[in-house]
């Protein structure tokens, strides 16, 4: 499926506000469900290869990031 301009906005949007929400949060437990379950929701509702991709995307810079905040607290 190929997504106009207008839902990609709003996927944009969605995606960014999942960002912007996650980058710099430590996350226990409870957050973590939150997180898996906001992935899925965003992804649930545009459900294209490019929703996916640019989640993974999303995902693993904001994994590449708590990893180097850990490193950081942790004195490496």
Do not use: N, P, Q
Request: proline letters at 0%; a positive charge.
């Amino acid at each position: 499926m190929i997504m106009g301009f207008t839902e990609a906005s709003r996927m944009f949007r969605d995606v960014w506000g999942f960002y912007r929400r996650y980058a710099v949060r430590e996350l226990g437990e409870s957050e973590l469900e939150e997180f898996r379950d906001r992935v899925s929701e965003i992804y649930e509702k545009y459900k294209t290869t490019f929703a996916k991709e640019l989640l993974l995307a999303v995902v693993a810079e904001i994994e590449r990031t708590a990893k180097f905040y850990d490193s950081r607290r942790k004195g490496g």
